[in-house]
């Protein structure tokens, strides 16, 4: 079947996501190794936004494969309130590599379900009901997690889920709250000062949660100064009010440490993750917890669940993921091959006058483009659109590159198992799509 054939008659019968159906123009995957995968015409392509900034260990890993198939053979369904061998073997080894104290698990399957199931668990601690979540910012797109969510996502689910309040983003690049000289500590500060002043306005004493996706993904990776997560735990901490962080996205290994918040040793009340913790190849959550949490609920009923929570083959693949990252040490290679994408980074931003900034951390990278480096007017608007970026991704489809291009953001998340000579070849080509760009801006 050619890749005509199978997009004609899987649009006759599909509904895809975040589209208008007649706009989609679907690429078919027919098979997947590593960091590429290919159509059904044979077409290769570098995978440089590992899907959905999940496949961290790579497409096709045999290890991960074999051990869902002997899951499957072995037992392949337990009602969630069952105990299984891959159960009690996932929540020991997560217990190891998540922040020490946060070593109570509870299984969702996916990230949307992860972050409405940790603001039912703070609701329910704290007795409080405001959540601060902040503006660019993406947690999921069922109603609650699509309320909690900043960006635009969420304007067709308005009005959403009460009691959300939001808070600015420590966006260097752009926040006015950063001042030409500030150091981190000075940036954070602000930032910080910003968010008590709104917690003051808000009462303390009804906000059961803040949530933050420790290093914001979708929104274009804005990495938080040193200083601000701490400050924030202090600020929780003060307060009564529960930290969750989201690292869907920067969990596993991500950002060059087995989570995000191990960067800047802040340990949260939640984790919530998802995507790396299987690399996507069976869907899988958790909402990490710590005691203080958990001790809640050992006397307390916990009204959630779902029909699929610690599903058998979904915790074999989680367990056999995490085996990979440590076999491989792709922690260890995201932070060497992060390094190699931070330098080629800013050898794109010295050739590309369109580059108003580049930010990455480990393998989770992004491009700015703007149409003028001083005015930093984006190239495309905040809601999307625009004829150069959709130019862009055509031409890196083209040239067999696949990414998320949206806004006026161009990703760079590889697979973590990545090489330099891969990540060299592949960013040339992100090199040549951005001539469109400084073309475009004249
Ligand atoms: C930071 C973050 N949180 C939550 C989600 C939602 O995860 P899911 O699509 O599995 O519901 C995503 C998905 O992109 C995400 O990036």
Redesign the pocket.
Known sequence: MTNTQLIARARAHNFFSWSAQDAVNPLVMARAEGCYFWDADGKRYFDLNSQ??CMNIGHGDPRVIAAIQAQAAELAYAGPGMVTRVRAELGEALAKVTPAGLDHFFFGV???DA?ENAVKMARAVTGRHKVLARYRS????TYG?ISLTGDPRRWASEPAIPGVVRYPDPYKYRSALYREGDSDADFAQRCLDQLEEILMFEGPHTVAAILM?TVT??NGVIIPPDGYLQGVRELCDRHGILLIC?E??TGFGRTGAWFGVDHWGVKPDMITM??GLTSAYLPL?AVAVNDRVFDHFRTNVFYGGLTYSAHPLCLAAALATIRVIEEDDLVGNARRMGRVLAELHDELKAEHPAIGDVRSIGLLGCIELVKDRVSKEPLAPYTGGGDVMPKIAAYLRQHGVYTYVWRNLLHTNPPLCVTEAELREVMAIVNDALAIADAAIG
């Open positions: 959905s900034m996916s990230g949307a972050n993406y947690h999921g797109a997690a996706e993904g979708t989201d869907v996205m998802a995507k959550s």
